[in-house]
Nanobody
């Protein structure tokens, strides 16, 4: 059973920062690429960032490049999403997901396991 537990969401002013965490097991960390997706009300779920299981390569959606950073802490079996310069358009529920892939991590259909999500709200 793969479990993904997100934390770190909250309310932040535009221009501010938040760091999301996704805690999982050692096995999941070793065998799955981990990613962040988000979904805003009335919108489709969209890819944000991913880090591959094999070599730790990071992938980003164009709309977060230069502002968000995905990283992993192997000892803690945790993946982080550091979000800087937050914009109103970044407000959404952020989900951590796991996929048994080593490349092309953007399509959400490739992900087998999903966390419950954590809300990010950006105020003026």
């Amino acid at each position: 059973q793969v479990q993904l537990v997100e934390s770190g969401g909250g309310l932040v002013q535009a221009g501010g920062s938040l760091r999301l965490s996704c805690a999982t097991s050692r096995r999941t960390f070793s065998f799955y690429t981990l990613a962040w997706f988000r979904q805003a009300p009335g919108k489709e779920r969209e890819f944000v960032a991913a880090i591959t299981r094999s070599d730790g390569n990071a992938y980003y959606a164009d709309y977060v490049k230069g502002r968000f950073t995905i990283s992993r802490e192997i000892i803690q079996n945790t993946v982080y999403l550091q979000m800087n310069a937050l914009e109103h358009e970044d407000a959404a529920v952020y989900y951590c997901a796991a996929a048994p892939v080593t490349s092309n991590p953007e399509p959400d259909v490739r992900y087998l396991y999903w966390g419950q999500g954590t809300q990010v709200t950006v105020s003026s």
